[in-house]
């Protein structure tokens, strides 16, 4: 039997931020001597994971978010996929908690819906195994790699929060390293509590994509720029419709779509007030990252 993977649990904390993650860390049923947990206090969570990196006595990384719940055998399924699978590094989708109040539970719906995050729902939900995904299943909620890809593709980028995660996702696929995604490894991260608190976070995942492809000279995929484009239709509406009633039509589309989905997802998850949240938390969603995309072009700051 192969001998056991040793792991560096790397924890990364704002000061004003309580560690709840280590509250089921205790629950662990993995060999307390086959794990070391390393906190780093500090405004910059690419700063602190850099420095978790660095501190680290195990080859194997894995890096968490303070807020996270992961189960008991949270290392054993990691242990299993590392000595199964020709894998560097793996990750696994971070699921909305079960106790998650009402507005939270419900955007957690649709972050996990195809139609509220695209592919980048796979994670939110248990999608299927892939054993060499890329950035639009992963974030370093949940996210564990070798340190030796780190001596090769550098340090997280200390000028990118959010979005410190695709890049690095994305330097680690280009240095051919093969990142696997396993619907298996899962943890639970809490939702944003109020609509004020998620369009914030969706609007910086939205400023940080362009500033992320200009790090890399990557041009951006088209998929990401169609909320922009949404904006500046919603925007230029009431001009175009003067011209002719038509330009109403993508919009009416849009809502239709919308509320299909909401139905959809109410019904799945028997929550009947997800029909009429839904709707609203799409829109806000799409607006949000929309208006990210378009405020990277007025910032006069250089990365």
Avoid: W
Wanted: some cysteine; charged content about 25%.
């Amino acid at each position: 039997m192969a001998k056991k993977i040793k792991f560096s649990l790397a924890i990364p904390v704002a000061p004003y931020r309580d560690c709840e993650i280590l509250e089921s860390i205790k629950n662990l049923t993995y060999k307390k001597s086959d794990y070391e947990i390393l906190i780093e206090h500090g405004l910059n969570p690419s700063e602190n994971r850099n420095k978790c990196i660095k501190k680290a006595k195990h080859q194997y990384i894995y890096f968490l978010d303070d807020d996270g719940i992961i189960p008991k055998d949270f290392l054993e399924n990691a242990n299993k996929l590392f000595q199964k699978y020709d894998i560097d590094a793996i990750g696994g989708p971070q699921l909305t908690p079960h106790d998650d109040k009402t507005f939270a539970r419900i955007s957690g719906y649709a972050l996990e819906s195809f139609f509220g995050c695209f592919k980048m729902a796979k994670r939110y939900k248990q999608g299927e195994l892939d054993l060499n995904t890329d950035e639009m299943s992963l974030t370093t909620a949940n996210f564990c790699a070798k340190k030796t890809i780190f001596k090769k593709v550098g340090y997280f980028n200390k000028k990118l929060f959010p979005g410190e995660d695709p890049e690095m996702f994305d330097r680690i696929k280009n240095a051919k390293f093969k990142i696997a995604y396993s619907p298996t490894q899962i943890m639970y991260h809490r939702r944003r509590p109020d609509l004020k608190g998620l369009v914030k976070q969706i609007f910086k995942y939205g400023n940080v994509r362009l500033k992320k492809e200009k790090i890399l000279n990557q041009k951006p995929k088209p998929v990401f720029l169609i909320p922009s484009l949404f904006v500046i239709y919603l925007i230029t509406l009431p001009v175009t419709l003067v011209l002719h009633s038509a330009f109403l039509i993508p919009l009416l589309a849009y809502l239709i779509v919308a509320i299909i989905n909401s139905v959809v997802i109410a019904i799945k998850n028997k929550s009947l007030f997800s029909i009429i949240l839904l709707p609203f938390i799409y829109l806000f969603i799409h607006i949000a990252y929309g208006l990210g995309i378009i405020s990277y072009f007025f910032e006069t700051k250089e990365l």
